[in-house]
């Protein structure tokens, strides 16, 4: 029976890399090599125990970590098996019982406690695999599923070979439970995991440069926050819309990092294996390498100090968690977006000289969709609506975009006092004029325009005014 569809493009595009990336190795399999396969779906499912444990221990850390049984798990969480991961994710989810959570958290919950929905076809198979791995069959429940998974991988791991046919049949019963699992994650398409490469401050807010690992490519993205978050480390967050800036984003790290794979020369999404005195290894099921990135020791050792009481959660999560609403928001290019942008801008430029002024505004709102810190962009795309005439209030928008990235761009400041004067706004126009005087005391047209308004541009006394302070021009 063929996987539908729909589950292999909800699995390679929205599930996080590295389960996206072992998927599309298993496809990829030989058909005949079934234990080859069949080791692809269980590392499936070891991949989902791991992530969802990092996601519940950050969480359960972050609510204040008040259960000293679970406490004591994670001070000796430094060679954790997959029963262990298991483990701190029941227990960590259990913990939640009666605590308010947040959605993620909830949706966890949900999930690994749920009501079941399991097919007559995969309570069969998960019968039969049962009675091979000679272990009673599990209830219609998740977690009786996950530990028949967590029996069938030691077994694997240590077991006796099997022949062909046995092969054969373990795959054919494991095939439809772990792809159950994975069909059950959808609510993980509202979270993606994204590791933050970069923080820059621009015009008063944080310009987070981010790799998005959902799918089994990572797609570059932006986006400002008035927080910022730490950079080199890997989140999963919420976004409210993919222009914006997260709604929740919460540190996986070290439990899941982001790193350059020294063997295969590409990043690839590592897992906690093992920490040995000051050492710490990480794993790679994409790609099955091994990595001692020493940085993460720290993160681990905080987590300790937490545990023991020796730091505070606030510096425990300093910079590595995102609670609020973000009001100001921005793109997502996918590519290289100035590229694009600068491409956009020229064919953009090009139209409004032969006045094809629609073409031209279709290419500059591209443009600065694309990359919002173009000015070029901008101001050719408020010259075009102005020259067009329909859309006054966005061309006062795109030049103020424009103010916003330049307040010394004279020509910008000038075109808001020509459309304010127009408007009959004086007061808004006069604070234009004056700015771009101030920008470029040359400029006779601005001059002009204020001494017609009636006053004098060397008497200065509203160059101080804020344009966007002045209630006209708020509306
Ligand atoms: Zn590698």
Known sequence: ????????????????????????????????????????????????VKILASITIKSYLLDGGKDSNLNERLKSFTRPALGHWLEVLREGLKYFKDRPRTPLVNHLYEFLFGRLKCSEEIQQKAGRLARSLETAPPKADRLAYFDLLVTLRNKMAHGARLSPEEYRERFECVRPIVEAQLNDLRFMAD????YVSEVKVSSGLFDHIVQNCNGKDFERQRFRAEEPLDDHQLYICQ????????????????????????????????????LRGKKIEFLSYQCGHLLTPPEHISDLQDIFDFLSGKVSVEDLFRGRVLGRKVPRTLVSPTQDEKAICARLVALGETCLLEERVEEAIAYLRKAVALDPDAEAAHFLLATALLYQGEAID?????????????????????????????????????????????????NQEARELLQTLGLSPVTGTFISVDPEETGSEKE
Not at 262 to 268: A, F, I, L, S
């Open 1 to 48: 029976m063929a996987v539908s569809e729909d589950l292999k493009d909800f699995i390679e595009y929205k599930l996080p890399y590295p389960l996206a990336v072992v998927y599309r190795n298993y496809r990829n399999q030989d058909e005949e090599d079934w234990q080859e396969r069949t080791r692809l779906l269980v590392a499936l499912f070891e991949i989902t």
């Open 191 to 194: 979270y993606p995991i994204v």
């Open 239 to 274: 976004f409210e819309d993919l222009k914006s800036a997260p709604v929740f984003a919460l540190s996986l790290s070290p439990f899941m990092v982001f790193e350059y794979c020294t063997d295969c020369k590409r990043e690839q999404i590592f897992f906690l294996n093992e």
């Open 394 to 442: 966005e061309a006062i928008h795109e030049y103020k975009e424009v103010t916003r990235l330049n307040p010394q761009n004279a020509l910008a400041q000038l075109a808001l006092g020509k459309i304010f004067i127009e408007l009959g706004d004086s007061t808004a126009a006069r604070a234009r004029l004056a700015l771009a005087l101030e920008a470029d005391p040359a």
